[in-house]
């Protein structure tokens, strides 16, 4: 029996510990990510929410903007959720073809949840917690857009390994986002 796909987590600053509960639940073995030597083996990564400018300046100073994009180039399975869309697209690790707004929806006070239709994850809708969350502005040709809220995309697609959204999955109960993360990487694992 193969053994459980090892997901990293990237632990530099926000919510990660959430997200490392919701994967240890669906049976995926975890690690905290805080430097490039945590990267190696991995065979998911999740980016979470938090500030995405605190979390710009640590993976800077731990040097993990380059190991990073490799890792994601290489076809790695991953989830970015709210700051985490922000550190992926254009502007920060370029990995993500999509410029965003940060906070778009309005400061702490004004956070939110919703109901979306997420294309392709799963039937039926999701429930999205916006907290200070971020849209996206513009996306590239080979992004494909999920799920918008007010007429503005949350939830984007690049290629067969990159999903982004402005919410926090790991705060609403429903886990379809982390399984896809899972089931991707299993995936990645028989096929090679």
């Given at each position: 029996m193969p053994q459980p796909p090892l997901v990293g987590v990237l632990a530099i600053q926000g919510g990660f510990e959430a997200h490392t509960?919701?994967?240890?639940?669906?049976?995926?073995?975890?690690?905290?990510?805080?430097?490039?030597?945590?990267?190696?083996?991995?065979?998911?990564?999740?980016?979470?929410?938090?500030?995405?400018?605190?979390?710009?300046?640590?993976?800077?100073?731990?040097?993990?903007?380059?190991?990073?994009?490799?890792?994601?180039?290489?076809?790695?399975?991953?989830?970015?959720?709210?700051?985490?869309?922000?550190?992926?697209?254009?502007?920060?690790?370029?990995?993500?073809d999509v410029t965003s707004r940060r906070n778009a929806f309005g400061c702490q006070v004004r956070s939110f949840e919703a109901e979306l239709e997420l294309a392709g994850v799963g039937e039926g809708q999701l429930r999205a917690v916006f907290i200070?969350?971020?849209?996206?502005?513009?996306?590239?040709?080979?992004?494909?857009?999920?799920?918008?809220?007010?007429?503005?995309?949350?939830?984007?697609?690049?290629?067969?390994?990159?999903?982004?959204?402005?919410f926090h999955p790991e705060l609403s109960g429903d886990d379809r986002l982390h399984r896809w993360l899972v089931e991707c990487a299993q995936r990645s694992t028989l096929a090679s």
């Open positions: 509960r919701v994967l240890e639940s669906l049976g995926a073995r975890t690690r905290e990510v805080r430097t490039a030597a945590e990267l190696g083996g991995l065979q998911a990564l999740v980016i979470p929410g938090g500030e995405s400018t605190t979390m710009s300046l640590g993976i800077e100073r731990e040097g993990l903007a380059e190991p990073l994009r490799e890792l994601v180039r290489q076809g790695t399975p991953t989830l970015g959720t709210c700051a985490g869309l922000i550190v992926l697209d254009r502007d920060h690790l370029g990995l993500l200070r969350a971020p849209w996206v502005e513009e996306a590239g040709p080979g992004v494909e857009v999920l799920a918008e809220l007010d007429g503005h995309p949350v939830a984007v697609s690049q290629g067969d390994n990159l999903l982004a959204v402005a």
